[in-house]
């Protein structure tokens, strides 16, 4: 989309790609209102930076692309002004220690997620959060399935190794 596009083109893009983007944060994030909030936040920055989008093709990965950033600048910004979630709802209050357990465990895979170079970075959140398939993932980048697939394994085991 260059230059002249209008209000009814980006309908069309919201149309078809909201609830993929939507589930691709509430994947990442785990909150429903959370995800609501920064697929909206994903939508506001795709409108301003639209004529940024040199193929029409890849819009989906564009997007998902904003939204990631989205979720990263939302992430660092919960980070620096609390290491604790004051308003984390705990799945079993009376096993307290097994709640503290499973977020530190959480918190660590994201921490490691977060370090992984890209493209491991990218391949990964796409097939595990946005669960695309990994053919789609080939698509999005220009290359082979198969480089999806080395790309993907490699992934698992630098965040395997990192969680160790």
């Known amino acids: 989309m260059k230059g002249g596009e209008s209000v009814a083109d980006f309908e069309i893009v919201f149309r078809e790609n909201q609830a993929f983007i939507y589930r691709y944060l509430l994947k990442l994030c785990q909150n429903k209102e959370l995800a609501e909030e920064l697929t909206q936040e994903t939508f506001f920055r795709a409108y301003i930076n639209l ?81 695309i398939p990994l053919k789609e993932i080939s698509r999005l980048f220009g290359k082979s399935e198969s480089w999806a697939r080395v790309t993907f394994y490699r992934a698992k085991q630098k965040l395997m190794e990192e969680m160790r």
């Open 51 to 131: 004529s940024s989008v040199r193929n029409e093709g890849k819009i989906a990965g564009w997007l998902c692309q904003i939204a990631k950033n989205s979720y990263y600048a939302w992430y660092n910004s919960q980070k620096k002004v609390s290491s604790f979630e004051e308003d984390y709802d705990p799945p079993d209050p009376y096993n307290i220690e097994e709640v503290f357990l499973e977020k530190e465990v959480t918190d660590k895979a994201l921490q490691c997620l977060h370090r992984l170079e890209e493209p491991y970075k990218e391949v990964f959140m796409l097939s595990v959060f946005g669960q």
